[in-house]
């Protein structure tokens, strides 16, 4: 078991950049910590399906003169430039949202913002 | 205890994402599923059949061009989501807001500019910034026109692009970048992408049949070269247009 972990280490660094978003996101009070925490998950998948894709001794999927295999898989690579730009387009829409919340309410703060309702 | 709690659960979710980790095939491994099925047809037949030589291109464009349409799509969303959200000033009333005070500098509005003024910036990094834009443009338009047959692309480029506008947003002020993307014409930059694609898609369309459908023809592979290089202009300047869109909607408030 420990050795299997130790040969996918790529994948456990995933893991634990995981679990770290995911205690941001519980632990923390303020919506934009809340946000990164989002944000460091969302990093934890990419670099996994990323990671996935690598092959030992590859060159990049570039075909073209002078090029030889093993190649890395390009699928992961164009799924993760699709995954970034949505996850861009969600970190915008989440911080305007703050920005209107902040501007509403006067705090980021989820405590405070629970007591108000 | 909170915080006690919290760990113990994450220990308790974290531990069958490591079990299903150690049971992957190694780090690495040219044999496992990831190559062997879809990705080993890519790169064998990939370069001829998507007509790109970097392969990340030719499935974003073409194996997956409507994925990418779609994605394009949702940037262009997210920015019509934060207008309707940040539209509305409750504290300002009657003003026109400071977008149309930044076109149109009159006397009275000098005070209020005056308040939000921007912090100091160290000459260094203004130096800098002004020093390093025209090379970052012209990397930008090198990764962008380049995106088929080196690493790079209309994403990365327009990000790079996006990236400079923000630097010399903040290091210029608001007022000068803006002539940079003037009002008539930021709505077709914002639109860019999605025009791009629906041009190219419906020429595809008139031409093979299929929406984004490209020429298959050996001797048309120049056309369907310009067919690509066409979306990643459009992508490359409407991601760009769309970024500093938002931050200058984010900065004005």
């Known amino acids: ?117 | 205890m909170k915080k006690a709690l919290v760990a113990a659960l994450l220990i308790i979710i974290s531990i069958p994402m490591l079990i299903a980790v150690a049971a992957m095939p190694p780090h690495g491994d040219a044999d496992s599923p990831v190559h062997t099925h879809v990705s080993a047809r890519y790169i064998e037949h990939g370069e001829e059949e998507a007509g790109a030589e970097n392969l990340v291109t030719g499935v974003l464009l073409n194996y997956r061009g409507l994925d990418t349409a779609g994605e394009v799509i949702v940037i262009f969303t997210a920015l019509m989501a934060a207008f309707a959200v940040l539209i509305t000033h409750p504290g300002r009333g009657e003003e026109s807001g400071p977008t149309t005070a930044a076109l149109d500098p009159e006397p009275g509005t000098e005070p209020e500019s005056d308040s939000k003024a921007p912090p100091p910036i160290s000459p260094v990094v203004s130096f800098m910034v002004r020093l390093l834009t025209p090379f970052t443009t012209l990397f930008a338009i090198y990764v962008i026109l380049n995106g088929h047959v080196t690493p790079g692309g209309g994403f990365q480029g327009g990000a790079i692009l996006g990236g400079m506008f923000i630097a010399l947003t903040i290091v210029l002020g608001e007022d000068k970048v803006r002539t940079l993307l003037p009002r008539r014409a930021a709505p077709w930059m914002q639109g860019a992408a999605v025009f791009a694609f629906v041009a190219i898609g419906v020429i595809g369309a008139a031409t093979t049949g299929y929406f984004l459908g490209y020429p298959t023809d050996a001797s048309l592979h120049l056309v369907r070269e310009l067919m690509m290089v066409v979306i990643e202009i459009g992508i490359g300047l409407g991601g760009a247009a769309i970024f500093a869109t938002i931050f200058l909607q984010m900065e004005a408030e």
Request: a negative charge; aromatic letters at 8%; proline letters at 4%.
């Open chain 1, 1 to 117: 078991m420990l050795e299997a972990l130790w040969n996918n280490v790529d994948y456990v660094a995933s893991v634990v950049l995981f679990c770290i978003g995911l205690y941001i996101i519980i632990a923390k009070n303020n919506l934009i910590k809340k946000f990164l925490g989002l944000n460091i998950m969302e990093t934890a998948v990419f670099a996994f399906i990323i990671a996935l894709g690598v092959v030992d001794d590859g060159s990049p999927p570039i075909m073209g003169e002078g090029a030889s295999g093993p190649f890395a898989s390009p699928i992961p690579h164009a799924l993760v430039l699709t995954g970034i730009v949505v996850a861009v387009s969600t970190t915008a829409l989440a911080l305007s949202l703050i920005i209107r919340i902040y501007r509403q309410c006067g705090t980021i703060e989820a405590d405070e913002l629970r007591e108000m309702e």
